[in-house]
């Protein structure tokens, strides 16, 4: 074969050639650049993910947001105190994780509808319903041998009893008696949110925030 027919081809590998040298060599600025692109893409896509996953806690910032400092007495702060615990005792007896949301805002939405009269004291029918959820779990033998319900009843009897003597004392120690209350309910969300059992982990979340953020919020907020 003569020179002159493999002229082409030496010419075209010497331009590819040239090209994958001229890659190699480009700027290493630019190669830095398109390396950290490459890279934040997939960092970015993390973060949001990870702010997705935790939206129970933004929310509860949020709410913390909206309400704190709203001039509730401590009479309504130690009811919510009843209320928590009465959730939690609701989703034992029902057995139901997957609707702990749904439980939940029936039960706000009939608290706040209580708070609306004043035939009945709010806190008698909180502690009505959680004896008719005991003597439920009761009929249907969830109370022995030990389990979910009982250990639900007595956080139920230990946060009452935090919020009978926050209204039975004095107003600045009851703040400070209510206040913890709230931070011990904290725990045991998060208590519940590391067991992963009896409510959903996205509720005990969010509970766990609300909870530690409005009690720290009850004594800060007189102080400012």
Not at 81 to 99: E, K
Not at 104 to 120: G, K, P
Not at 131 to 142: C, E, I, K, P, T
Not at 193 to 203: E, G, L
Request: glycine content about 6%; proline content about 4%; overall charge neutral.
């Amino acid at each position: 074969m003569s020179l002159a027919n493999n002229q082409p081809r030496i010419g075209a590998k010497f331009i590819t050639d040239t090209r994958n040298f001229a890659d190699r060599v480009r700027d290493p600025a630019t190669a830095a650049d398109d390396s950290s692109h490459a890279h934040q893409a997939p960092d970015r896509r993390r973060w949001a993910a990870a702010l997705m996953h935790h939206w129970p806690t933004w929310l509860a910032i949020a709410l913390v947001a909206l309400t704190a400092g709203g001039g509730d007495s401590l009479k309504g702060l130690s009811e919510a105190l009843l209320l928590f615990a009465l959730g939690y005792l609701a989703a034992a007896v029902l057995q139901r994780r997957q609707a702990t949301w749904l439980v939940a805002v029936v039960i706000v939405a009939a608290f706040a509808a209580l708070r609306l009269q004043d035939w009945v004291d709010p806190s008698v029918v909180l502690l009505v319903a959680a004896l008719a959820f005991v003597l439920w779990g009761a009929v249907r033998g969830q109370l022995w041998p030990p389990g979910a319900v009982t250990l639900e009843t007595a956080g139920m009897l230990g946060f009452t009893a935090i919020a009978l003597a926050a209204v039975s004392v004095d107003q600045d120690l009851g703040r400070y008696i209510v206040a913890a209350g709230w931070v011990g309910h904290a725990a045991w969300d998060f208590a519940h949110y590391r067991a992963d059992k009896v409510v959903s982990r996205s509720f005990a979340e969010w509970c766990a925030v609300f909870d530690f953020l409005r009690g720290a919020a009850i004594v800060v907020l007189p102080m400012l």
